[in-house]
C-alpha cells in the first residue's frame, strides 16, 4: 500500500498569511494526487486534483504543485473559511490512501 | 443540481450488519463511477470500497475485505454498501461520493452515521 504523509499535522496562520503543507507518498505516484479541505461538521470538498488542477470554483489563492513522491498544497492570503483540515490523497493505485491530516488553525 | 443523500446508519450491535444506501439525484447517475469514504469520530479520512459505472471493476480497503459488499442500481440511482460483521473498530461517519475522470471524489454525500457498540 501508498503511505502518504502529511506535515505538519497542524499550522496556526492569520488571515493574509501564506501557508504550505506537503505531502510526500512512499513510492513514485507521478501527479496522480488531489487536495481536499474539510470544515467541522461538513463533507470534504475537492481542491485540487492531479497535482496541480485547480476544480472548477475553487478560489485561485490555493495551488497544487509537484510529481512523483513530494507535493505541496499553497494557500495564498489565507481567508477565514480557510480554516479547516487538508488532506491528500493518492489516487495511482488501490487501496486508495490519504494523508492523516493537516489542521490549519487560527494564530 | 447534484446531490447525493445517505441512508441507513444507525446503532447496530458488534457482529452485527447494516445496508446504507446513496441516492443520487441531478445528474446521470450511471455515467459516474462511485465511492465510499468513512471518518471515525475525531479521526482523518479513510478511503473504502470504489465501484465502476457498471460494476465490473470494485475494489475494497483489506479492512473491510470480504466484510462489506459495494453494489449500485443504476436504475435506481442508488449505491449500496452492505455491511457485516461489523465491529466498534468500523464506527464512522460514512460518505458516498461520485469520481471524476475515474480518480478523484467531486460530489459528497452528508454522511450516514454508523455506531458499532453493544
Known amino acids: 500500500d501508498i503511505q502518504m504523509t502529511q506535515s505538519p499535522s497542524s499550522v496556526s496562520a492569520s488571515v493574509g498569511d501564506r501557508v504550505t503543507i506537503t505531502c510526500r507518498a512512499s513510492?513514485?505516484?507521478?501527479?496522480?494526487l488531489a487536495w481536499y479541505q474539510q470544515r467541522p461538521g461538513e463533507a470534504p470538498k475537492l481542491l485540487i486534483h492531479?497535482?496541480?488542477t485547480l476544480q472548477s470554483g475553487v478560489p485561485s489563492r490555493f495551488s497544487g504543485s509537484g510529481s512523483g513522491t513530494d507535493f505541496t498544497l499553497t494557500i495564498s492570503d489565507l481567508q477565514p473559511e480557510d480554516f479547516a483540515t487538508y488532506y491528500c490523497y493518492q489516487a495511482i493505485s488501490f487501496p486508495r490512501t490519504f494523508g492523516q491530516g493537516t489542521k490549519v488553525d487560527i494564530k | 443540481q447534484v446531490q447525493l443523500v445517505e441512508s441507513g446508519g444507525g446503532l447496530v450491535k458488534p457482529g452485527g450488519s447494516l445496508r446504507l444506501s446513496c441516492a443520487g439525484s441531478?445528474?446521470?447517475?450511471?455515467?459516474?463511477?462511485m465511492s465510499w469514504i468513512r471518518q471515525a469520530p475525531g479521526k482523518g479520512l479513510e478511503w473504502v470500497s470504489y465501484?465502476?459505472?457498471?460494476?465490473?471493476?470494485?475494489y475494497y480497503a483489506d479492512s473491510v475485505k470480504g466484510r462489506f459488499t459495494i453494489s449500485r442500481d443504476n436504475a435506481k440511482n442508488s449505491l449500496y454498501l452492505q455491511m457485516n460483521s461489523l465491529s466498534a473498530e468500523d464506527t464512522a461517519v460514512y460518505f458516498c461520493?461520485?469520481?471524476?475522470?475515474?480518480?478523484?471524489?467531486?460530489?459528497w454525500g452528508q454522511g450516514a452515521l454508523v455506531t458499532v457498540s453493544s
Open positions: 513510492q513514485g505516484i507521478r501527479d496522480f
Open positions: 492531479s497535482a496541480s
Open positions: 461520493a461520485t469520481l471524476i475522470i475515474r480518480e478523484y471524489f467531486e460530489y
Open positions: 465501484i465502476s459505472r457498471y460494476s465490473d471493476a470494485i
Open positions: 441531478g445528474f446521470t447517475f450511471s455515467d459516474y463511477y
